[in-house]
């Protein structure tokens, strides 16, 4: 593509889970936990993970189909507030070509007994490779395995 553009979008997504907030955020915390659910792809792996769960901290994910995991996901956690608030920025790219970068703050609350979760998602998206329908389709994917998995 030769075209330079950049798309700003704001998704935020709600969910609730019978699970208490310590729980919901375990799975978020908990390396093993976080691989079995955070993909967006039906037959998705996560080829590489590391994950220094800390403010401060780096995160770095390769992932994509089985037979393909060429995406990378790499950022740094901003603000984590244990059972209640994590925040953090990233730059998404397949190989080398960045497709975005997000701010994302993932908010846990109790409700009753359970969760409610609300994620905002802010991104800037680079030269129409990944689109804010993309992206909310993902975490639409992704958070509904969250709720399978807690």
């Not at 089985?66 to 507030?81: S, T």
């Not at 993932?106 to 409700?111: D, K, Q």
Request: hydrophobic share 35%; charged share 35%.
């Amino acid at each position: 593509m030769s075209e330079r553009t950049v798309k700003h979008d704001t998704i935020v997504m709600e969910r609730k889970f019978k699970s208490s907030p310590a729980k919901v955020f375990a799975a978020w915390k908990d390396p093993e936990a976080y691989g079995r659910w955070n993909r967006p792809g039906e037959g998705w792996v996560m080829a590489e993970y590391e994950n220094d769960f800390r403010v401060g901290g780096r995160e770095k994910k390769t992932f994509g189909p089985k037979e393909d995991p060429r995406y990378v996901g790499e950022g740094h956690y901003l603000d984590i507030v244990p059972d209640s608030r994590i925040v953090s920025a990233f730059n998404m790219r397949e190989r080398d070509t960045r497709l975005s970068a997000t701010l994302c703050t993932v908010e846990l609350l109790a409700n009753g007994s359970g969760t409610k979760l609300i994620l905002t998602d802010q991104s800037v998206f680079f030269d129409g490779r990944e689109t804010p329908a993309d992206r909310s389709s993902g975490w639409g994917k992704v958070l509904d395995r969250l709720k399978e998995h807690v």
